[in-house]
């Protein structure tokens, strides 16, 4: 017959019971397993890997992750919280580890990042583009075998003086053409011409001229000229001359006129023309046409990125 042993048995097991000798050997083992942990709580070190284990699965070990145990007490030796390892880092719960997984290398932020990064692209392209189409009008006329805007004068301002080509570089200029005795058409261009100055003055200084020639210099002398203009802006030149003065600007210009033949003296007449403002560069070169389709600040607005794109400088 086997010999038989009485080992005490484990705290959670009853106190008084018999065991065989394989059962006796296992229950002592488990003592001498606890009896170890037990000293093992106040060192500083990790505890076991069961342990580890085990607990990994009520919170997941920073060290996994890349942290360390953590530590309690006053005197920071690393004594064991609560008898379990406790972690500190980024994930303390399953549910954070698995959103993180969840989730991927992308967040929030990296989201925002990048519809930030389109949005700015897109408007620097379309910056970009506007202002390589403003330049290919601008240089339209400075090619060889592109027809022309524009071209040396010599007239008189509404003051008597002489006003020539020359007298209007080193600065933009603003040019149009009509006549005085304009029933309606020319009235709402100088309000327009007289916002756009505003406008322009206002975004970019005072780097631009306006000028209006007239298409009627038989009627406009540089007097009446002078008392029309004064209705609109203070700012605006009227120009004036002889029949055929006027006549090679407005060819020089591409700019139609047409008066009405054998007019008697003191008849009224209207005078057709064309109704462009022509947008001249500091080097009296031909920029752009603003038409009746475009408005005040629609013009203004041409006008100023114009200007930007400018590299010389003004006088």
């Excluded at 002489?162 to 029933?183: D, I, N, T, W």
Aim: aromatic letters at 10%; charged letters at 25%.
């Amino acid at each position: 017959m086997r010999a038989r042993a009485c080992v005490l048995a484990p705290r959670h097991a009853y106190a008084h019971t018999v065991w065989s000798g394989g059962q006796a050997r296992a229950a002592a083992a488990a003592g001498a397993r606890r009896l170890h942990l037990a000293a093992s709580s106040s060192s500083s070190s990790p505890p076991p890997r069961s342990v580890r284990r085990s607990s990994a699965v009520r919170e997941p070990a920073a060290h996994a992750l890349g942290g360390s145990w953590a530590r309690s007490g006053n005197d920071g030796n690393g004594s064991w919280a609560g008898g379990r390892p406790r972690a500190y880092g980024v994930y303390r719960t399953i549910e954070q580890l698995r959103a993180r997984h969840q989730s991927g290398p992308f967040s929030w932020k990296a989201g925002l990042l990048f519809v930030l990064s389109g949005i700015t692209m897109i408007v620097y392209f379309q910056r970009e583009k506007s202002r390589l189409r403003r330049q290919r009008i601008a240089d339209a006329t400075k090619g060889i075998g592109k027809p022309k805007v524009g071209g040396p004068f010599a007239l008189r301002d509404h003051d008597g003086a002489g006003f020539s080509s020359e007298q209007m570089k080193g600065r933009y200029a603003l040019v149009y053409f009509g006549f005085s005795h304009c029933p309606d058409i020319c009235p709402d261009e100088l309000d327009k011409m007289a916002r756009m100055v505003d406008l322009v003055r206002a975004a970019r200084g005072d780097v631009m001229r306006p000028l209006f020639v007239t298409c009627d210099p038989a009627r406009d002398s540089p007097a009446v000229l002078k008392a029309y203009l004064a209705e609109f802006h203070p700012a605006l030149v009227g120009l004036t001359g002889s029949w055929d003065e006027i006549k090679a600007m407005c060819k020089a210009y591409r700019v139609y006129f047409s008066t009405p033949p054998e007019v008697k003296p003191g008849q009224d007449y209207l005078v057709d023309h064309s109704i462009y403002f022509y947008l001249m560069d500091p080097d009296g070169d031909f920029v752009e046409c603003i038409g009746r389709q475009h408005t005040a600040e629609e013009g203004a607005k041409l006008i100023t990125d114009h200007i930007g794109d400018w590299k010389g400088a003004f006088r």
